[in-house]
């Protein structure tokens, strides 16, 4: 399917299995993930409770579907680390397991089905390549910093620090949508976020998965949401 060209939100007999908006003081994080109600600026967020993945499961009641689309909008909080938790632990870390700091998306079960990653970088400049997204310098080849072989080319990537990450919480520049990379990045192009499209192997009736993952705690790192749109057709 040509992501650059992606209308699930409005035709084409998508259906809509998770619409979550936090700027919409009526709804509520799903359950188990930690509400972060920040007044300066005035922002709603869902987070990770704790160290490691928590998930919500958005049903697809039983309708096939072979295509999923759709867009994830969150915040850095701290400093997460893209895909150096698989990258410092290869022999140990699988899909199932806490292999970026940012969001899985996922379906199936044992091992999960890959559908697309969102990945939170620390920074632009770090010099720690591996806790950087791959996008940030292509010049300088940022293999250290590559995405597992299962995910293959399906992720975006991007931090919300242009300078040295500070513990912090970075409002100013929402990840993944699109906007605000710098001069030397190509991660607001890679993939054309913020929308995403999928086809998937074969077809299937199976729910979607949705996990914010980190392999430190949350007063080192997270990364909540505020948007979360999804689609199957």
Not at 9 to 15: F, I, L, R, V, Y
Not at 133 to 143: A, G, K, S, V
Not at 185 to 191: A, K
Request: overall charge negative; some cysteine; glycine content about 8%.
């Amino acid at each position: 399917m040509n992501r650059t060209s992606c209308s699930c939100n409005t035709t084409g007999g998508w259906m809509r299995v998770a619409n979550l908006d936090m700027t919409d003081s009526n709804q509520n994080c799903p359950d188990g993930f930690r509400l972060v109600n920040r007044t300066t600026p005035p922002l709603r967020t869902c987070g990770r409770p704790g160290p490691g993945c928590v998930s919500t499961t958005y049903p697809t009641y039983g309708v096939e579907h072979s295509r999923v689309c759709g867009r994830v909008i969150g915040y850095q909080d701290m400093s997460p680390n893209a895909f150096a938790p698989y990258n410092l632990n290869r022999t140990l870390i699988s899909i199932d397991g806490v292999y970026v700091d940012g969001v899985s998306l996922t379906y199936g079960q044992s091992p999960r089905q890959h559908i697309w990653t969102f990945a939170n970088a620390i920074d632009e400049v770090n010099l720690g390549i591996v806790y950087s997204c791959p996008c940030t310098r292509p010049d300088l080849n940022y293999t250290g910093a590559a995405p597992p072989l299962f995910i293959g080319q399906d992720y975006f990537c991007e931090t919300g620090s242009r300078q040295v990450w500070s513990y912090i919480f970075y409002p100013d520049d929402p990840v993944w949508d699109g906007q605000g990379c710098g001069v030397n990045s190509t991660c607001c192009e890679f993939n054309n976020p913020p929308w995403f499209c999928k086809q998937l192997p074969q077809p299937t009736t199976d729910n979607i998965e949705l996990r914010i993952c980190g392999n430190q705690d949350i007063n080192d790192e997270d990364t909540p949401l505020e948007i979360v749109e999804i689609f199957v057709q």
